[in-house]
Nanobody, 114 residues
Framework: QVQLVESGGGLVQPGGSLRLSCAAS????????MGWYRQAPGKQRELVAT???????NYADSVKGRFTISRDSAKNTAYLQMNSLKPEDTAVYYC????????WGQGTQVTVSS
């Protein structure tokens, strides 16, 4: 049984920062990548950031230069540091792990508003 536990969402003012965490537990073998998608109301889920086992990162154009993804492989945990947040970053953020299949976290709400 694989479980992903997300934390770190919340309400922040424009220009502020948040750090999301995603801890994976259970029988995960050969984790190829971890990362986050997000979904805003009325919009499709979109890729935010990914990090491979080798440490290669990839970001959506809309978050490049503002978000940084990292991982602690020993802890099977990924982190998403979000700086200079904008109202359009408001969404539910879902972490994932790609191993033999996709595993998803429960989602965490990020709201950017004054």
């Amino acid at each position: 049984q694989v479980q992903l536990v997300e934390s770190g969402g919340g309400l922040v003012q424009p220009g502020g920062s948040l750090r999301l965490s995603c801890a994976a537990s259970g029988s995960i073998v050969n984790t190829y990548s971890m990362g986050w998608y997000r979904q805003a109301p009325g919009k499709q889920r979109e890729l935010v950031a990914t990090i491979t086992r080798a440490g290669t990162t990839n970001y959506a154009d809309s978050v490049k230069g503002r978000f940084t993804i990292s991982r602690d492989s020993a802890k099977n945990t990924a982190y998403l540091q979000m700086n200079s947040l904008k109202p359009e970053d408001t969404a539910v953020y879902y972490c994932y792990v790609l191993s033999s299949t996709f595993y998803w976290g429960q989602g965490t709400q990020v709201t950017v508003s004054s």
